[in-house]
């Protein structure tokens, strides 16, 4: 064993449980197929990311991230009233469905949820889904070790399904 610690250029696996303000469970890892990440890299939301950090193998902490540190505020600039006529008629829009859709001027993906449904006209919210939560995340820390230069260059941890 090492006194290695969650630390700047640290491969870091954590079990973890993400629990929304409202008690819904978003996400979880288990320690047996855990999250691997690079730390320092800016792989994870940086709240979390600060919090870890100092943590030896086997630790728990319970880390409860505002939302300006996680996914942002919800931004009243991120909603857009477009023409219904925009979308497919045989396309059913429902209210909180996700849609994947296309910058027409940068021909960039974008990704929407419907906000709103009127007759002819629909809101879209561009906000990230999980703009405006606070989130709460019980993390156990499951393994570390040094990572290698060549992760280092790349600013992610290599587990044999990346590159
Ligand atoms: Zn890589």
Do not use: C
């Not at 709103?116 to 906000?127: A, G, Q, R, W």
């Amino acid at each position: 064993m090492s006194d290695l610690k969650v630390a700047d250029n640290v491969v870091v696996s954590i079990a973890y449980q993400l629990t929304l303000d409202d008690g819904d469970v978003l996400d979880s890892a288990s320690a047996s197929e855990p999250l691997i990440y690079l730390q320092g890299a800016g792989n994870i939301i940086p709240g979390l990311e600060t919090e870890l950090s100092g943590l030896n193998v086997g630790d728990s902490k319970q880390v409860t991230v505002a939302p300006g540190k996680a996914y942002g505020e919800v931004d009243p600039n991120e909603f857009q009233l477009v023409p219904r006529t925009l979308f497919p008629e045989n396309l059913e829009l429902e209210v909180g469905m996700g849609l994947r859709l296309v910058d027409q001027s940068t021909g960039q993906p974008l990704e929407a949820y419907v906000s709103e449904l009127h007759e002819d006209k629909v809101l879209l919210d561009f906000n990230h889904p999980l703009a405006g939560e606070t989130l709460t995340f019980d993390v156990e820390i499951v393994a570390l070790r040094q990572a290698t230069d060549e992760e280092i260059a790349h600013g992610h941890a290599h587990t044999g399904h990346q590159h």
